[in-house]
Structures are given as structure tokens and as C-alpha cells.
């Protein structure tokens, strides 16, 4: 395992999902709706045909970022290592790639921007009011922090799989 490529890729992840993720929420905070709290869902009309079908598209390259940049990290660790990859390492290689991703996630994005900072581009319409600091707690970071790490751990079989052959 590369340390230094694990960091490298797993920041180049990190960054380009942060401008997926922040355009979007620029955009449209509403696409978005499935992780606010509950509470503030509440306050809120469900998503319209519109914004269920931009969050399908959003979805794509949401999922290509996080298969791809991965597999390719994997690819290069495997040509690194003169064209063999046991499974074992490529497993952990991507893990922990997604997982610098997931780190990212929940520091900078989640605790750092949207529960310190609480911009406004990401307040949903018609919550303006409410304190989402309320709503927004650590232990919500944290627990969504823990289900990343299981996400991770269950993207990389496939991944490494496919990267390994």
C-alpha cells in the first residue's frame, strides 16, 4: 500500500466530490433533502418530479467519482508493483482512498462547513428561520461518519476485485 498515493488520490476524491457536492448545494440545497435531519425535513414539502430526477443525474457522477478514482488508484498501484496486485492489498488500498474521501466528508464538509459555518446557499427554502444548529449535531456527524465507513468497506470488494485482474 502507497501511503502517499492513498493521501494523493483520496484528496483528488475528496476535492472533486466537495465541488460536486457544494455546486449542487448552490444550486439546489433541495437535492440534497435525504441527508437533513429529519426535523428539518419536516418543515419541508417533499422533493417535485424535477428535483427527484436532477438528483438521479446528480447521482451519476457522484458514482462514477467514487468507483472511478479509486479503480484507477488501484490500476496504478498495480502498475506500480509490476503489473501484480494481491487482492488483499488492493482492498485496503482503495479502502482507505474512499475512506480519505469519507474523512473529508464528514470534517470539512459536514462538521466544519455545514454545522460551524452553516452557509446560506445550504439552508433548504422555507427553513430560514429555524437554527439548524438545533438540528445539526455532532453525534449525527459522527454516526454518519461510521455508515462511510461501512459504504467503504463494501465499495471496495468490487472495486478491488475488477482493479486486481
Known amino acids: 500500500v502507497s501511503l502517499e498515493r492513498v493521501v494523493t488520490d483520496g484528496a483528488l476524491l475528496s476535492l472533486a466530490l466537495g465541488l460536486l457536492i457544494f455546486g449542487s448545494l448552490i444550486y439546489n440545497p433541495r437535492l440534497w433533502l435525504q441527508d437533513y435531519p429529519p426535523e428539518i425535513r419536516r418543515q419541508v414539502p417533499p422533493q417535485t418530479k424535477q428535483e427527484k430526477r436532477l438528483q438521479g443525474v446528480l447521482s451519476v457522477p457522484f458514482f462514477l467519482l467514487m468507483l472511478g478514482i479509486p ?3 488501484g490500476l496504478q498501484l498495480k502498475a506500480a508493483n509490476a503489473g501484480t496486485l494481491p487482492f488483499l492489498i488492493a482492498y ?19 462538521a466544519l462547513v455545514l454545522t ?12 430560514e428561520g429555524l437554527d439548524y444548529g ?3 449535531k455532532w453525534g449525527l456527524q459522527v ?23
Open 116 to 127: 460551524i459555518m452553516k452557509p446560506k446557499f445550504a439552508v433548504l427554502p422555507g427553513t
Open 92 to 110: 485496503l488500498h482503495i479502502f482507505l482512498v474512499l475512506n480519505v474521501a469519507n474523512l473529508f466528508d464528514a470534517v470539512v464538509i459536514d
Open 71 to 73: 479503480y484507477i488508484s
Open 134 to 136: 438545533q438540528y445539526l
Open 143 to 165: 454516526k454518519n461518519y461510521f455508515k462511510g465507513i461501512i459504504f467503504c468497506a463494501i465499495a471496495s470488494l468490487p472495486i478491488a476485485a475488477v482493479a486486481m485482474l
